[in-house]
């Protein structure tokens, strides 16, 4: 394997880690008062935990756990007299969020918190 095929591929390998960590961020402001609880379990899924208040409200949450793979670079050196091209990464470490939906009575979105 050349150098030169060696250095594209691990731009190309960077260049889709960071399109796959790439998402569409949802506007929740704009939902409230005409989304609701239906439409929010046909994109999200069932909630992860659910509770029905005793005002009639209903609060949802989704809990999404995520690998965060650290950095990830290209890195050159020199080895026993010779030079190396190598891709470096960290150990992977997990994190989770909480989307916190509140549906009225109606069931149409009236309040949304990220944790």
């Known amino acids: 394997m050349n150098k030169s095929f060696s250095v594209k591929f691990l731009w190309l390998a960077a260049a889709l880690l960071v399109a796959g960590c790439a998402t569409n961020r949802v506007d929740w402001d704009a939902r409230v008062g005409v989304f609701n609880y239906d439409q929010a379990v046909g994109e999200l899924g069932p909630p992860d935990k659910q509770a029905k208040l005793t005002d009639g409200t209903t609060v949802a949450e989704w809990i ?52």
């Open 64 to 115: 999404s756990r995520y690998n965060n793979t650290g950095t990830i670079g290209l890195g050159t050196g020199f080895y026993g007299g010779g030079a190396g091209v190598g891709l470096m990464a960290t150990t992977p470490t997990y994190r989770e969020s909480s989307l916190r939906l509140t549906f009225g009575t109606n069931h149409v979105l009236t309040a949304w918190s990220r944790q």
